[in-house]
């Protein structure tokens, strides 16, 4: 079964920057697509970046120009750089394979944006 571990998570004041990270161990990574997820306090996780295997992003309307997400295979991980953050961004993040199949969520990493 496949675990996935995020960090990069933090305080920072609107308009700064976090790079997150998510690595997979005990299984394949290579030939999935991922998403990282965002979870804002009290409401429900929602997807707001995709990486297929053949590198081709995706992004919804409320992080587009401001976040982009990458992988490296060869160390298991996917990334998530955050630029321009605002308030509206603090909530916990978690990283997944998209479609059926879905792992185990990890524990997430929280991401707090002050006005």
């Known amino acids: 079964q496949v675990q996935l571990v995020e960090s990069g998570g933090g305080w920072v004041q609107a308009g700064g920057s976090l790079r997150l990270s998510c690595t997979a161990s005990?299984?394949?990574?290579?030939?999935?697509?991922m998403g990282w997820y965002h979870q804002a306090p009290d409401k429900q996780r929602e997807l707001v970046a995709t990486i297929t295997s053949g590198l081709r992003t995706n992004y919804t309307a409320s992080v587009k120009g401001r976040f982009t997400i990458s992988r490296e295979n060869a160390k298991k991980t996917v990334y998530l750089q955050m630029n321009s953050l605002i308030p509206a961004d603090t909530g916990v993040y978690y990283c997944?394979?998209?479609?059926?199949?879905?792992?185990?969520w990890g524990q997430g990493t929280q991401v707090t944006v002050s006005s």
């Open positions: 997944n394979r998209l479609g059926s199949g879905r792992w185990a």
């Open positions: 005990g299984g394949s990574f290579t030939l999935y697509n």
